[in-house]
């Protein structure tokens, strides 16, 4: 799952993996869209061994010149997204 579309097609032409492997263009702190990743990715593989979160950016810089803005979508992503993933995934994975 990822927000870059082109990112997952390039990911998907180069491992090829014979139907083995499923991309989903989204945001990771989208609870809708992590839910219907979740679902959409047990029913088509008969269920989930494992998850990475590994989705995350920052914003370098001054910390006075750091906008709300900013920091909220540095933690949306980087700790809500984790969060959801984690929260959906979970009950797949006991």
């Known amino acids: 799952m990822d927000v870059d579309g082109e990112a997952l097609a390039a990911l998907d032409d180069e491992l090829d993996q014979g139907g083995r492997l499923h991309c989903i263009e989204g945001p990771n702190n989208d609870e809708d869209g992590v839910k219907t ?3 959409e ?11 990475v979160n590994n989705a995350g950016f920052t914003r370098n810089g001054p910390l006075e010149e ?12 980087d700790l809500t997204g984790g969060f959801l993933c984690a929260k959906h995934a979970a009950p797949h994975l006991r």
């Open 37 to 39: 990743a979740i679902a």
């Open 41 to 51: 990715t047990t029913e088509g593989f008969g269920g989930l061994s494992g998850l």
């Open 66 to 77: 750091l906008t709300l803005e900013n920091w909220n979508a540095v933690i949306a992503t």
